[in-house]
């Protein structure tokens, strides 16, 4: 008879083997990418040339998120009754003396359902006010006890003494990352109509869906100026902000860290992990119909390199690590690269890249568009942040 731990640590182990060898058989050969031909961004669907602001605008921003909604990433639905909002205070305050804590219960109501969300809020103390703010969407446990777990990951202390505030919501808190339970925050009780469709909510619109309300608190209090607001993912929550800020025009500047497949790298390289790599490990994350692409990648309508142009012309960022060849480092970069061109093409932004990725040697800061590579491996580092926050600086108005 198993005992409850052989219970946890079965599933466990299963998930590490299968990550390790997903990992060592996908494609590291850059000779093995197959010559890239890209959807083009300025040719609509039925052939047209986009070459100005309102045709972009009116015609190939819509068709490229509809495109995104119903075959990469799922419906983000917007609307509820109501929405009501409740300051809490169960956990010691970390930082007393430099900030203050707000851990906000976030209710919201839709035909006759309810579900509760909670975010944690740091606005600094003895600065005055409105502050910009930081949201990061976590996966990773936040604080206990009265400390950051993984201080790095959300350097709460030095985005105080920069004059932020900051606030943090775990994704459990709106849908499990988990493939057996992912339904039974919002999804199973205010979206229901969504399971079981092809184009439905998953993981990713509900993590979305929380950084939208997260915002909606942030809007409403009279400390955050929300006119400078930052959305930050890294990895899987990478690629859930950038599909939150392509949904929700209030976000100023968005940080996606090393978000790889699905997120900033553009699918159709088959280098690191591939579509069928992500949707065989993480059937819960992506739209039903992003299946339709596994080991087809050439046949999607649409690929990453498309998604920053659906932010444009608001800050976008992106940024890799060298020993993070799983996410495709290269593929990254030529997501932002290309889709940098909206933000210049359209915007009239100024926006210079390097011709070649192997020839980066610092941070890439443009304006309203940025990019970095560093040293080391998958992970949320400081270093990021440090980079990350020069350009945010630059860039928020
Ligand atoms: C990996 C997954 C990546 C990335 C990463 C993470 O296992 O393959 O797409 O999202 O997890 O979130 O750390």
New binding site residues.
């Given amino acids: 008879m198993r005992t409850k731990i052989q219970y946890a640590i079965f599933p466990l182990l299963i998930t590490i083997s299968m990550?390790v060898q997903a990992q060592s058989q996908a494609n590291y050969d850059e000779s093995k990418v197959p010559a890239l031909v890209l959807p083009d961004p300025f040719v609509s669907e039925k052939g047209f040339l986009i070459s100005n602001l309102a045709d972009w605008e009116n015609i190939r921003k819509p068709e490229i998120f509809n495109l995104f909604e119903t075959e990469v990433y799922g419906i983000l639905p917007k609307d509820f009754d109501s929405i009501s909002f409740e300051k809490v205070n169960e956990k010691e305050n970390p930082y007393p003396e430099s900030a203050d804590l707000e851990e906000v219960n976030i209710k919201v109501s839709r035909n006759g359902k309810s579900h509760t969300m909670r975010i944690n809020l740091f606005l600094p103390k003895n600065q005055s006010g409105p502050f910009p703010i930081v949201l990061l969407i976590n996966?990773e446990p936040t604080y206990t006890d009265g400390k950051l777990v993984k201080a790095e990951f959300w350097p709460v202390p030095e985005l105080i003494k920069r004059g932020y505030a900051t606030a943090s919501f775990h994704v459990e808190t709106v849908a499990p990352d988990n493939n057996d339970t992912y339904t039974t925050g919002i999804i199973s009780t205010l979206y229901p109509e969504q399971i079981g469709m092809s184009n439905g909510m998953k993981a990713y619109g509900a993590w979305g869906w929380g950084a939208m309300r997260a915002m909606d608190y942030f809007d409403q209090h009279p400390q955050i100026d929300t006119k400078k607001s930052i959305l930050v993912g890294h990895?899987?929550t990478g690629?859930a902000a950038l599909w939150a800020s392509a949904n929700d025009p209030r976000w100023e500047i968005t940080y996606a860290n090393e978000s790889?497949?699905?997120g900033a790298a553009i699918s159709r390289r088959k280098y690191g992990?591939t579509v069928e790599?992500?949707n065989t490990?993480?059937p819960y994350w992506f739209a039903d119909n992003f299946n339709k692409y596994n080991g087809k990648e050439e046949t999607l309508p649409i690929d990453q390199h498309l998604l920053p142009g659906l932010i444009a012309p608001r800050a976008i960022y992106y940024s890799s690590a060298k020993g993070d060849q799983?996410?495709d480092p290269k593929g990254e970069f030529l997501g932002i690269k290309l889709g940098s061109r909206v933000y210049s093409e359209i915007y009239g932004k100024r926006i210079e890249f390097p011709a070649e990725f192997e020839t980066i040697n610092s941070p890439i800061h443009q304006e309203a568009v940025g990019y970095h590579i560093r040293e080391g491996e998958?992970n949320l580092t400081w270093e990021d942040w440090s980079h990350f926050l020069e350009f945010a600086q630059m860039n928020l108005n």
């Fill in positions: 990550t996966y990895s899987r690629k790889g497949c699905g992990e790599a992500i490990r993480f799983w996410a998958h």
